[in-house]
């Protein structure tokens, strides 16, 4: 069965850094890219990035290049997501999830997140 | 940037009735559209992906259609346990955006 089990909540204060985890089983975890997602309070989802754990590949959504770091330890099948100093506005719900690459019969990519890890809440407050 | 708009932004319907739900891209994503269910205080779900594809164990009442900009999720009859947000989301180029979400509610 294919799970990606995430680290627990957080509470934290501006400036401090901080790094989640999501560890992903049942599959091979270095044949699939993991992707961030952040959900505000109330919002929707944004796509954050995503990694690609056999060669650490990684790639960003521009709203968020700069702002986070993401990395992965394939020998602990564990992707992560990580901020050096935090804002109030980091505080949200943040998911990760596994990418399907596939194709259609015309050949155009066919891409999407099948299974999604429980999500970390991270609240930032003084 | 591909922007996602998704309408009507909450609908309301009576359980047992159909829903139709819009998703339109602001170019062309070929068949590249995924949908989503989310409840709350729970993680999303994939419903469809390939515009028209069902992900495994959803139930036949979840149907897709479109291709590149417009796009529809119908819920032939809505179950209690249908009733949440739904999201549409496209990719492109290395790109993924997620829809603002349709709510649908009980009427």
């Known amino acids: 069965e294919v799970q990606l089990v995430q680290s627990g909540a957080e509470v934290k204060k501006p400036g401090e850094s901080l790094k989640i985890s999501c560890k992903g089983s049942?599959?091979?975890?270095?044949?699939?890219?993991i992707g961030w997602v952040r959900q505000m309070p109330g919002k929707g989802l944004e796509w954050m990035g995503i990694?690609?754990?056999?060669?650490?590949?990684?790639r960003y959504s521009p709203s968020f290049q700069g702002q986070v770091t993401i990395s992965a330890d394939k020998s602990i099948s564990t992707a992560y997501l990580q901020w050096s100093s935090l804002k109030a506005s980091d505080t949200a719900m943040y998911y990760c999830?596994?990418?399907?690459?596939?194709?259609?019969?015309?050949?155009?990519?066919?891409?999407?997140?099948?299974?999604w890890g429980q999500g970390t809440l991270v609240t930032v407050s003084s | 940037e591909i922007v996602m708009t998704q309408s009507p932004a909450t609908l309301s319907v009576s359980p047992g009735e159909r829903a139709t739900l819009s998703c339109r891209a602001s170019?062309?994503?070929?068949?590249?559209l995924a949908w989503y269910q989310q409840k709350p205080g729970q993680a999303p779900r994939l419903l469809i992906y390939?515009?028209?594809t069902r992900a495994t164990g959803i139930p036949a009442r979840f149907s897709g259609s479109g291709s590149g900009t417009e796009f529809t999720l119908t819920i032939s009859s809505l179950q209690s346990e249908d009733f949440a947000v739904y999201y549409c989301?496209?990719?492109?180029?290395?790109?993924?955006?997620f829809g603002p979400g349709t709510k649908v509610d009980i009427k």
């Open positions: 999830a596994r990418l399907v690459t596939g194709g259609d019969p015309n050949g155009d990519p066919i891409i999407y997140f099948d299974y």
């Open positions: 049942g599959y091979s975890f270095t044949s699939y890219w």
């Open positions: 990694i690609y754990p056999g060669d650490s590949d990684t």
């Open positions: 170019q062309s994503v070929s068949s590249n």
């Open positions: 390939g515009a028209s």
């Open positions: 989301q496209q990719y492109n180029n290395w790109r993924f955006t």
